[in-house]
Protein backbone atom coordinates (compact mmCIF):
# COMPACT_ATOMS: atom_id res chain seq x y z
CA UNK A 1 0.00 0.00 0.00
CA UNK A 2 2.95 2.48 1.29
CA UNK A 3 4.73 1.87 -2.18
CA UNK A 4 1.47 2.84 -4.47
CA UNK A 5 1.34 5.93 -2.82
CA UNK A 6 4.79 6.73 -2.93
CA UNK A 7 4.80 6.04 -6.83
CA UNK A 8 1.93 7.82 -7.06
CA UNK A 9 3.18 10.77 -4.96
CA UNK A 10 6.52 11.01 -7.76
CA UNK A 11 4.11 10.71 -10.62
CA UNK A 12 2.23 13.67 -9.79
CA UNK A 13 5.28 15.66 -8.81
CA UNK A 14 6.57 14.87 -12.19
CA UNK A 15 3.86 16.21 -13.87
CA UNK A 16 3.46 19.35 -11.71
CA UNK A 17 7.36 19.63 -12.79
CA UNK A 18 6.39 18.98 -16.81
CA UNK A 19 3.56 21.83 -16.43
CA UNK A 20 5.45 23.79 -15.27
CA UNK A 21 8.31 23.53 -17.89
CA UNK A 22 5.74 23.68 -20.42
CA UNK A 23 3.93 26.71 -18.90
CA UNK A 24 7.35 28.32 -19.18
CA UNK A 25 8.08 27.85 -22.39
CA UNK A 26 4.59 28.53 -23.18
CA UNK A 27 5.17 32.33 -22.36
CA UNK A 28 8.75 32.90 -23.61
CA UNK A 29 7.11 31.82 -27.15
CA UNK A 30 4.78 34.63 -26.80
CA UNK A 31 7.18 37.20 -25.41
CA UNK A 32 9.10 36.57 -28.67
CA UNK A 33 6.39 36.85 -30.60
CA UNK A 34 5.10 39.77 -29.34
CA UNK A 35 8.59 41.94 -29.56
CA UNK A 36 11.12 43.66 -27.06
CA UNK A 37 9.42 42.57 -23.97
CA UNK A 38 7.47 42.37 -20.89
CA UNK A 39 7.22 46.44 -20.50
CA UNK A 40 6.14 46.38 -24.34
CA UNK A 41 3.85 43.78 -24.20
CA UNK A 42 1.58 45.41 -21.30
CA UNK A 43 1.44 48.48 -23.14
CA UNK A 44 0.31 47.03 -26.39
CA UNK A 45 -1.88 45.60 -24.22
CA UNK A 46 -3.40 48.61 -22.95
CA UNK A 47 -3.11 50.63 -26.35
CA UNK A 48 -5.37 47.33 -27.89
CA UNK A 49 -7.97 47.00 -25.24
CA UNK A 50 -8.69 51.31 -25.52
CA UNK A 51 -8.81 50.97 -29.40
CA UNK A 52 -11.41 48.02 -29.85
CA UNK A 53 -14.46 49.08 -30.80
CA UNK A 54 -17.12 47.75 -28.58
CA UNK A 55 -20.40 46.39 -30.41
CA UNK A 56 -24.00 44.58 -29.95
CA UNK A 57 -24.48 41.05 -30.35
CA UNK A 58 -27.60 38.97 -31.11
CA UNK A 59 -28.34 36.16 -31.37
CA UNK A 60 -27.98 35.75 -34.77
CA UNK A 61 -24.36 36.34 -34.26
CA UNK A 62 -23.57 33.14 -32.27
CA UNK A 63 -24.49 34.99 -28.44
CA UNK A 64 -26.92 32.02 -28.03
CA UNK A 65 -28.52 33.40 -25.07
CA UNK A 66 -28.69 37.20 -26.55
CA UNK A 67 -32.35 39.09 -26.47
CA UNK A 68 -33.28 41.49 -28.70
CA UNK A 69 -34.67 43.72 -26.58
CA UNK A 70 -35.02 47.96 -25.87
CA UNK A 71 -32.47 49.68 -23.20
CA UNK A 72 -33.38 51.62 -20.22
CA UNK A 73 -34.52 54.98 -21.16
CA UNK A 74 -31.28 57.44 -21.71
CA UNK A 75 -29.08 54.64 -22.85
CA UNK A 76 -28.41 53.68 -26.49
CA UNK A 77 -26.13 51.51 -28.18
CA UNK A 78 -23.65 54.68 -28.47
CA UNK A 79 -24.05 55.04 -24.77
CA UNK A 80 -23.52 51.80 -24.01
CA UNK A 81 -20.57 51.18 -26.09
CA UNK A 82 -19.07 54.57 -25.00
CA UNK A 83 -19.58 53.37 -20.96
CA UNK A 84 -17.51 50.16 -22.33
CA UNK A 85 -15.16 51.83 -23.90
CA UNK A 86 -14.61 53.76 -20.70
CA UNK A 87 -14.22 50.92 -18.78
CA UNK A 88 -11.53 49.35 -20.90
CA UNK A 89 -9.97 52.78 -20.81
CA UNK A 90 -9.80 52.22 -17.01
CA UNK A 91 -8.92 49.28 -16.48
CA UNK A 92 -6.40 49.96 -18.18
CA UNK A 93 -5.07 52.78 -16.52
CA UNK A 94 -5.71 50.82 -13.25
CA UNK A 95 -8.24 52.64 -12.00
CA UNK A 96 -10.92 49.95 -10.71
CA UNK A 97 -12.74 52.51 -8.43
CA UNK A 98 -14.20 53.93 -11.35
CA UNK A 99 -14.12 50.70 -13.44
CA UNK A 100 -16.04 49.00 -10.91
CA UNK A 101 -18.79 51.89 -10.93
CA UNK A 102 -19.22 51.51 -14.45
CA UNK A 103 -19.58 47.79 -14.27
CA UNK A 104 -22.33 48.50 -11.50
CA UNK A 105 -24.21 50.30 -14.11
CA UNK A 106 -23.70 47.67 -16.38
CA UNK A 107 -25.45 45.10 -13.98
CA UNK A 108 -28.13 47.39 -13.06
CA UNK A 109 -28.77 47.32 -16.91
CA UNK A 110 -28.57 43.68 -17.26
CA UNK A 111 -25.95 44.05 -20.12
CA UNK A 112 -23.68 41.25 -20.30
CA UNK A 113 -20.16 42.20 -21.92
CA UNK A 114 -17.23 40.14 -23.15
CA UNK A 115 -14.04 41.69 -22.69
CA UNK A 116 -11.36 39.65 -25.01
CA UNK A 117 -14.25 39.93 -27.92
CA UNK A 118 -15.18 43.67 -26.77
CA UNK A 119 -19.06 42.39 -27.68
CA UNK A 120 -22.07 42.91 -25.88
CA UNK A 121 -25.60 41.73 -25.46
CA UNK A 122 -28.85 42.25 -23.49
CA UNK A 123 -30.75 38.93 -21.87
CA UNK A 124 -34.30 39.27 -21.23
CA UNK A 125 -35.44 41.39 -18.00
CA UNK A 126 -35.32 39.71 -14.53
CA UNK A 127 -36.57 42.02 -12.18
CA UNK A 128 -35.35 41.18 -8.46
CA UNK A 129 -37.55 39.59 -5.88
CA UNK A 130 -39.42 41.87 -3.96
CA UNK A 131 -40.79 44.45 -5.99
Same mark, same amino acid.
Given at each position: ??N ?11 YKK ?25 R?? *?????? %? /???R???? @???? &???? #? ?5 Y ?8 ? *?????? %? /? ?6 ? @???? &???? #? ?7 D ?15
Amino acid at each position: MGNTTKNTDEKRKAYKKAKKQRRKLRKAEQLMKQGTGENNNTRNE *QSSTQN %K /AWRRVTAE @DGAK &KAVD #RPLEAGYGVDAINELL *QRRSAA %K /AEKNYGVS @DEIT &KTLV #RLQIVYDDDRSEWHTRAWKYPTGM
